[in-house]
């Protein structure tokens, strides 16, 4: 019900950004302050701010499809409408109370058109940067030296994936784009780190075409998986999802896609691949899914398990960190995060995670968490980027 109680903050800030181009667009022409161009241009603007809703009451359609796309695009173009312009309000406020400005040319008609256009430019420059980015799949190396005999094998290069959000914004084009990038690195193992749906299932562009190419991935050990908070099948609405006395599940549908796709996915289990090393999932966090209510600890996951072995574990939040150290694992592969995703997120996160992105030594285990491959919300990527990891592990 989070996003019912926004939805007041929601509407107050898109009246805010609409008031603030009405009276630029008077500034720079005033036959835009006309009545006969005011009014349809409210009444286009109310229809982009309530598209979110139209969509998430629609039933699964291409009309559907076609508006969350639009009010993903747009969320990101809010965000940054808010800032640029509360910023530039801000400062436009500081200066006036300076007595040295020339107050009359500084507010003036012409310095409020010159003003208002830099904001647009920069809303647009961010706004576009930031579809862009989005797309563009980069490769981020790692090396990491852990000091244990793993059978025959003198090094392991792992794939981390996670954060696919394969729904209304992630589609055949980014998968097809993963996959071609992942097979490139000739990799021995290919793991995903959660959130490999967008909530909803009906969601997916095209099952069959995304399964065909998810079966394209090359990997000598194969690939595993472990379900992340959003590899649930509930519906949102703004990022938000609603209370629910049902039991928080992936859909049967999810499973089935990830066995067809030749994905093995770990449910708070263990494997041992090659005799050589373990390789543990482990189920979300606050959402372990079905026929889990708690999860394994970190001492419970190496209980039984040759710990002069290599242990690497799949996590898809990055917690708990000292604890899976001071229980034997070696590698802590995570996402969730999305490193913020779009600044000024970037910054914040990193109050919330001990590690929010990239690498981190726990005493002797080694943490990775990626930014992710696709997005959440807004399909935007500002100042974070879209990645796979390739990790080296070398052996004793």
Not at 86 to 101: E, G, H, S
């Given at each position: 019900m989070v996003a019912v109680y926004m939805s007041p903050g929601y509407l107050i800030l898109c009246f805010y950004v609409l008031w603030r181009t009405l009276v630029w667009l008077e500034k720079c022409c005033p036959y835009l302050g006309k009545k006969r161009v005011r009014v349809p241009f409210i009444l286009i603007y109310i229809a982009v701010v309530f598209c979110i809703l139209i969509a998430f009451l629609l039933g699964h359609s291409d009309a559907r499809r076609l508006l969350k796309q639009f009010s993903n695009v747009w969320l990101g173009v809010l965000l940054y409408s808010l800032l640029v312009?509360?910023?530039?309000?801000?400062?436009?406020?500081?200066?006036?109370?300076?007595?040295?400005?020339?107050k009359e040319k500084l507010f003036s008609v012409k310095a409020h058109r010159i003003i208002g256009g830099v904001c647009a430019l920069c809303i647009c420059v961010l706004s576009v940067a930031g579809i862009q980015n989005a797309d563009n799949i980069q490769v981020t190396e790692y090396e990491l030296y852990v000091d244990k005999e793993a059978g025959d094998l003198d090094s392991l290069n792992i794939i981390l994936v996670a954060d696919l959000h394969m729904g209304y914004s992630i589609g055949i084009r980014q998968i097809e784009q993963m996959v071609e990038k992942i097979n490139e690195e000739d990799p021995d193992l290919v793991v995903i780190a959660g959130d490999i749906f967008d909530n909803e299932y009906e969601a997916l562009e095209d099952p069959e075409a995304l399964i065909d190419i998810l079966k394209g991935i090359r990997s000598k050990y194969g690939v595993y998986a472990c379900y992340g908070n959003?590899?649930?099948?509930?519906?949102?609405?703004?990022?938000?999802?609603?209370?629910?006395?049902?039991?928080?599940?992936?859909?049967?549908?999810?499973?089935?896609?990830?066995?067809q796709a030749g994905i093995r996915l770990l449910r708070d289990e263990g494997v041992l691949i090659g005799d050589a090393f373990y390789l543990y999932g482990r189920p979300d966090y606050n959402r372990p899914g079905r026929g889990i209510v708690i999860r394994k600890t970190p001492a419970q996951i190496t209980e039984g398990m040759d710990l002069r072995k290599p242990v690497i574990v799949l996590d898809h939040e990055p917690k708990e960190l000292q604890e899976l150290a001071d229980a034997g694992v070696d590698v802590d592969l995570c996402g969730h995060t999305h490193d913020g995703q779009m600044f000024p997120g970037n910054l914040v996160v990193r109050f919330f995670w001990e590690n929010s992105y990239g690498y981190l030594q726990k005493d002797r285990m080694h943490n990775i968490v990626t930014s992710g491959v696709g997005v959440f919300g807004p399909d935007m990527r500002v100042g974070t980027k879209c990645e796979i990891c390739r990790i080296t592990v070398r052996f004793r």
């Open positions: 312009i509360i910023l530039v309000d801000l400062l436009r406020l500081i200066l006036k109370r300076l007595p040295f400005l020339g959003h590899d649930i099948q509930e519906k949102i609405l703004a990022g938000f999802t609603f209370s629910s006395k049902k039991e928080k599940a992936s859909d049967p549908r999810m499973d089935a896609f990830l066995e």
